[in-house]
């Protein structure tokens, strides 16, 4: 799929064009759905890259757009941004690597702190005191439901609204502040009372 955004003809090129009016354009026009991936594959790319780490990620990411493309017939329409669509996608691909996933946060949990002794002195008081940060984190996310954690980190990594997770998961918004609530509790709970301050808070 060519990595290429066109201005729509008839259309002031700096006008925003919704991702749906772009989608709805792609029905005819294939190569149209690239705009929709120049705009969103950094975003995707990273979130799997934080869950999964960056050699899956590059799959996960590509498979997103292939899955988006096949399906873009049935968008709806009635959502101007495709984005909750997107991560919708995405999640259901990472949840087929859910083991992957729980690996890596146990392996980031035990990363020795001396990976990080090269360097200023102050760089490495910087990396040092974050992965001091990282490590009960990380261990804490591999205890959390994988469907809580999905919610919490589609918010904290993704940063989508809970009204966008809603959409994204397919269930209510009652269901994204339970899940998130219950993910949040879990994660304090682990860190010994601690706020998670780099995990997003309920909204």
């Known amino acids: 799929m060519a990595a290429m955004t066109r201005a729509l003809p008839d259309q002031d090129p700096?006008?925003?064009?919704?991702?749906?009016?772009?989608?709805?354009?792609?029905?005819?026009?294939?190569?149209?759905?690239?705009?929709?991936?120049?705009?969103?594959?950094?975003?995707?790319?990273?979130?799997?890259?934080?869950?999964?780490?960056?050699?899956?990620?590059?799959?996960?990411?590509?498979e997103t757009f292939l899955v988006a493309f096949d399906r873009r017939d049935r968008y709806d329409l009635s959502r101007a941004?495709?984005?909750?669509?997107?991560?919708?996608?995405?999640?259901?691909?990472?949840?087929?690597?859910?083991?992957?996933?729980?690996?890596?946060?146990?392996?980031?949990?035990?990363?020795?702190?001396?990976?990080?002794?090269?360097?200023?002195?102050?760089?490495?008081?910087?990396?040092?005191d974050a992965r001091v940060q990282r490590v009960p984190l990380m261990a804490a996310l591999a205890k959390i439901p994988r469907s809580h954690r999905e919610v919490l980190l589609l918010i904290a990594w993704g940063g989508l609204s809970s009204e966008e997770v809603a959409e994204a998961l397919g269930i209510t918004g009652a269901a994204v502040r339970t899940r998130l609530h219950r993910a949040r509790k879990t994660l304090r709970a682990s860190l010994n009372g601690a706020e998670p301050t780099t995990i997003g808070k309920d909204g």
């Open 14 to 62: 700096d006008q925003e064009v919704s991702d749906a009016a772009i989608i709805e354009q792609s029905w005819q026009d294939p190569e149209r759905f690239a705009a929709v991936f120049d705009r969103y594959y950094f975003q995707i790319h990273g979130f799997a890259a934080q869950r999964l780490g960056p050699s899956l990620a590059d799959d996960v990411a590509a």
């Open 81 to 128: 941004d495709a984005r909750p669509w997107l991560y919708g996608i995405v999640a259901n691909l990472i949840a087929r690597h859910h083991r992957a996933e729980a690996r890596r946060y146990r392996a980031h949990s035990r990363t020795p702190l001396t990976q990080a002794d090269d360097g200023h002195a102050d760089q490495v008081a910087g990396r040092v």
